[in-house]
């Protein structure tokens, strides 16, 4: 059993940025990925980012490539996801997820089974 705990959210305006933090408690195999996703109010939870925990390998979904960056602390199950140049449209609850690495099926919210229970970021205009 895998429990993870978010914190790091908060409210900006457009152009900030902010730190989002997940700690993992319980076995983090080597096989697993570790990411974060997002879901704003009448929106479907959708992909941000994984990181693959054995090879360390880094996905981004393409509306948040180059300005967001996940990294790992492998040492204490901890991963971070560093938001730059926030956009109003970046506004949404942010979950940390965890479950067995697929590099077919990574960016898709129901192959986790592993969730934190959510920070809210809020990008003001």
């Known amino acids: 059993q895998v429990q993870m705990v978010e914190s790091g959210g908060g409210l900006v305006q457009a152009g900030a940025s902010l730190r989002l933090a997940c700690v993992a408690s319980g076995q983090i195999l080597s096989s697993y990925g570790m990411g974060w996703f997002r879901q704003a109010p009448g929106a479907e939870r959708e992909f941000v980012a994984v990181?693959?925990?054995?090879?360390?390998?880094?996905f981004y979904a393409d509306s948040v490539k180059g300005r967001f960056t996940i990294s790992r602390v492998a040492a204490t199950n901890t991963v971070y996801l560093e938001m730059n140049s926030l956009k109003p449209e970046d506004t949404a609850v942010y979950y940390c997820a965890a479950d067995t690495f697929s590099g077919g099926t990574y960016y898709l919210w129901k192959e986790y089974e592993y969730w934190g229970q959510g920070t809210q970021v809020t990008v003001s205009s």
């Open positions: 990181v693959r925990w054995r090879s360390n390998a880094k």
